[in-house]
């Protein structure tokens, strides 16, 4: 038996939820940087299809898949940011950082539909999981925003952040192992977020 690679022709990421907590230290008037912690979570659903039949269809068909999982994220990443002068206790500024998330996806439930075609499909479609893979990877990030005086040590902070987080495993084989299939099954491409991001920062 042969298996085939097989991309996600419409991949969408909702639920999301996020939260970071850092420590820092101001160099100077200009210049600052922190170490921090972001997690976040979400659900990834995707969809592919094969010229192939599904198991147990007959010849002439295709099969259509959904693949659905959940995934949490741990970040650890070092930051440093330039700010620029202060008007009216709004201060603008930028920012990069570079660091490593622990990427952990729950197990993946594929749902396999037969489609007829130049044959007939028989039966119900057909629901497989596959174990969730977990992986450190490398992630950078870049950053803009602005912050205010609230007091002379509590700061408003809301900016925009990119990020980057690199490409690894999703999930293992399943049931197909035992017909030889072995290793990774499926693969992201690395998942890049946009995030409008507010905050509160505290100077001791």
């Known amino acids: 038996m042969t298996y085939d690679s097989v991309p996600f022709d419409n991949a969408r990421f909702d639920k999301p939820f996020s939260g970071s907590l850092g420590v820092g230290y101001q160099f100077t008037d200009t210049f600052r940087a922190d ?49 620029f002068g202060t008007l009216a206790g709004f201060t603008p500024y930028v920012g990069g950082g570079i660091g490593a998330t622990r990427l952990n996806w729950d197990t993946a439930i594929e749902r396999a539909t037969c489609v007829a075609g130049g044959g007939a499909c028989g039966g119900s479609p057909t629901s497989t999981s596959y174990e969730g893979r977990d992986s450190w990877r490398f992630t950078y990030a870049l950053m803009a925003g602005i912050s205010y005086d609230l007091s002379e040590q509590l700061k408003l902070d809301v900016g925009y952040r990119y990020s980057h987080i690199a490409d690894g495993e999703m999930f293992g084989f399943g049931a197909e192992a035992l017909v030889g299939a072995a290793g990774d099954k499926g693969f992201d491409d690395g998942l890049s977020r946009h995030e409008i991001r507010a905050g509160l920062r505290f100077s001791f």
Not at 55 to 60: D, H, I, L, N, S
Not at 76 to 82: D, F
């Open 35 to 83: 170490l921090t912690a972001d997690y976040f979570e979400g659900r990834f659903s995707g969809s592919s299809s094969s010229a192939s039949p599904c198991v147990g269809q007959g010849a002439g068909t295709s099969c259509a898949f959904s693949t659905g999982a959940d995934y949490s994220a741990l970040g650890l990443m070092a930051n440093a940011y330039v700010d």
